[in-house]
């Protein structure tokens, strides 16, 4: 127990101050984003991120965000497990023939508003695996994208920025 | 040095006779596939005899597409049977379980998407269809479906436990959710973009994918890469294992519910990262491996960094594994929790720290080493309970051998170029590469036409022998206890999927 203790004590806060950085690769695009809608997230934002097919790498990099460097719980953003508590969609992509169906079920039972955000190049055009028999392509193919978040796969604070854009005035 | 590895052709009925043989001199089958040859489907199985792969391949005529399954004899042999079956319309006569997989049951029945004669970019109409899964009857039992959207921040796939109680008997996996079509892509994107694609085959073990079509890509077209760039390649795979391994523990110890753990392991590995991005531009170190060597060179100064980093990351790593090991909360979660026994782990042909973890040694970079991995020695470790507890005790053996491993490639890194172009590759031969990735061992088979376009890509991530077992650890365990097992494997859905 005193090495857990004195451990915490010696490490003290490590959490850095990304806003701002990194935000060349975001593009935001719905219309939807009034400023009623950025009023009623400000300061309790409920994520639930869906994985449509992509290969890991992106979902590695939406970890982070819960790592204490970026600590995305600080802005009042949590990731929660079920999309009915839901106000923003993290998306990676490209959407798989056969998360498609899934992937609309998710959206549909997300309550309105809600804010969809496409992670990645994939979830942006399809990235390197394209449009094919089994890949259907970018995430606006099947539902409507309000935010893109570019990168193979994007970073942590191009990530955190992303989202806290699409909810701040 | 080049890896070896023999291959053999056999008559469609010696076929299984062959296997028969490979099996009494306790070989293991590691991958099965089919490739298409003008008139021909071939179908390959590949055997691990000691520290050798054996191919063995045979033919049948495309008017009568089917060939002797080797389940009853190789259990691995079940899922890479079905895939065979779903995607080329082969038919592996004997196979206990032709349900397609991979493949859903609302794609069209007479479409193969892996045979030549289908345009991989055409989408097919959805027809109407129900996959019949496994039931099970009786008092008290109930049925959980899990997935393919999960609760946390993970990958799509679906579970369905049978349960009594709160115990598991029966879990019933179900992978497809991500398939991109990745096999049929390598065919039209050309050898020289495919390096590209194999580090999106699965994110996370990105460097040791590349790494592994790339070799399979250089003995296909007798390109030799410089020392030095062998060299970088496994110092890359060893940082590669090392981060992957901290974001494991630390996830496994926040399935726990012990989180202090999870962001101390956190914190070691964004330092990592951000390293990684400092000295080769990017965090997982994508694309940094190219045919032919490498995009990057390392700088002295990066030379310097990265064991200044290593003196830190011992001391703080150490630190993190006395509390690990000196906590009883988490011990009372993680021992004798999702057993897999040396007997299982045999039979199932597991790979990686999973059949470490259950007492079998093997390891690719010690049994078949590809340069400099010839010059290490690597210690292997292995430990028999085949817990999650073992499974956490291999990792953290591995984090400090790979720092070892490191040291030695830095201390001996020899001087020159880092790449050399990549020639052609020849027509009508075949290139194969075994990389042990920080989950286990991954495969890579290549096969040119006679114009030497390449015609056909086999990968076989760790993850696709992998997933099985997790169905035998977690039975009879509690279903709360499922996470701490899943992550305990951590197999990949991508990789897996394809």
Redesign the interface.
């Known amino acids: 127990m005193i090495n857990t203790l004195w451990k915490i004590f010696r490490t003290g806060i490590v959490t850095e101050n990304v806003l701002g950085q990194d935000t060349e690769n975001i593009e935001v695009i719905g219309q939807k984003l009034s400023k009623l809608i950025k009023k009623r997230f400000k300061g309790s934002l409920k994520i639930r991120h869906i994985d449509a097919g992509s290969c890991n790498g992106c979902e590695l990099e939406i970890h982070a965000l819960n790592n204490p460097i970026y600590d995305i719980e600080r802005y009042g953003v949590h990731f929660t497990a079920s999309p009915r508590f839901a106000d923003l969609l993290l998306v990676t992509g490209p959407v798989s023939r056969n998360m498609e169906i899934a992937l609309k079920r998710t959206y549909d039972a997300t309550p309105t508003p809600k804010v969809v955000v496409a992670v990645g190049d994939c979830g942006w055009n399809g990235g390197i695996f394209g449009e094919s028999y089994a890949s259907l392509g970018g995430i606006d193919k099947v539902i409507p994208v309000d935010v893109i978040i570019k990168g193979c796969p994007p970073t942590p604070s191009a990530l955190l920025n992303g989202i806290i854009l699409a909810i701040s005035n | 040095m080049k890896q070896q590895f023999t291959h053999n052709e056999v008559p469609l009925d010696k076929y299984f006779e062959t296997a028969e043989q490979m099996k009494k001199k306790l070989a293991v089958l590691t991958a099965e596939w089919a490739a298409e040859i003008e008139d021909y489907f071939e179908i390959y199985a590949c055997y691990r005899l000691n520290s050798q792969y054996i191919i063995v391949k045979t033919k049948c005529a495309k008017t009568q597409p089917d060939f002797p399954s080797l389940t009853s004899l190789f259990i691995v042999a079940n899922r890479s049977e079905r895939l065979i079956h779903s995607l080329f319309g082969i038919i592996p006569i004997g196979h206990p379980d032709l349900r397609p997989w991979i493949k859903?049951e609302d794609?069209p029945t007479d479409i193969f998407?892996l045979r030549k004669n289908?345009d991989?970019?055409?989408?097919?109409d959805r027809v109407h269809g129900e996959y019949g899964w496994v039931r099970s009857v009786g008092e008290g039992i109930c049925e959980i479906p899990v997935g393919?959207?999960h609760?946390?921040?993970?990958?799509?796939g679906h579970f369905r436990f049978h349960a009594v109680g709160e115990t598991i008997v029966n879990l019933e996996e179900r992978f497809?959710?991500?398939?991109?079509?990745?096999e049929?892509?390598f065919e039209s994107l050309g050898w020289q973009d495919g390096a590209?694609?194999a580090g999106?085959?699965?994110?996370?073990s990105?460097v040791a994918h590349t790494i592994g079509y790339c070799q399979a890509l250089e003995s296909l077209s007798d390109t030799i890469i410089p020392k030095r760039a062998a060299w970088l390649r496994a110092l890359l795979l060893e940082r590669e294992r090392i981060a992957n391994h901290l974001?494991d523990i630390g996830a496994i110890c926040n399935d726990a519910s012990f989180v202090?753990l999870f962001?101390?392991f956190?914190?070691l590995?964004?330092k990592l990262?951000k390293t990684n991005?400092q000295l080769w531009g990017h965090?997982?170190m994508?694309d940094i491996v190219v045919p032919g060597g490498l995009s990057i060179d390392l700088s002295d100064v990066g030379i310097n960094i990265i064991l200044k980093e290593l003196i830190w990351l011992e001391k703080e790593f150490d630190?993190?594994v006395?509390?690990y090991d000196?906590?009883p909360s988490l011990e009372e979660r993680v021992l004798t929790t999702g057993i897999l026994t040396k007997e299982q782990a045999l039979e199932l042909g597991v790979v990686g720290y999973v059949a470490r973890a259950s007492g079998l040694k093997m390891d690719c970079r010690a049994d078949y080493p590809f340069s400099p991995y010839d010059q290490i020695s690597v210690r292997v470790s292995t430990y028999t309970d085949g817990d999650v507890n073992a499974r956490i005790w291999v990792r953290i053996d591995e984090v400090r051998e790979s720092i070892r491993i490191i040291r030695f490639l830095l201390n001996e890194l020899p001087i020159g170029q880092v790449t050399v172009v990549c020639n052609r590759p020849e027509p009508n031969k075949v290139g194969f590469s075994a990389v042990e990735s920080w989950r286990g061992e991954t495969l890579y088979w290549l096969q040119s036409d006679y114009q030497g376009q390449l015609t056909r890509c086999m990968v076989r991530d760790s993850s696709s022998v992998n997933w099985l077992a997790l169905e035998y650890a977690v039975m009879n365990n509690i279903v709360a206890d499922f996470p701490l097992c899943n992550k305990s494997f951590n197999a990949?859905?991508?990789g897996n999927d394809l």
């Open positions: 859903f794609w998407p289908v991989g970019t055409q989408s097919f393919p959207v609760a946390g921040i993970i990958e799509p497809g959710y991500t398939h991109k079509g990745i049929k892509r590209k694609l999106r085959v699965s994110g996370d990105t974001g202090i962001f101390q956190m914190r590995k964004e990262m991005q965090r997982f994508m630190e993190l006395k509390i000196g906590n990949s859905y991508s």
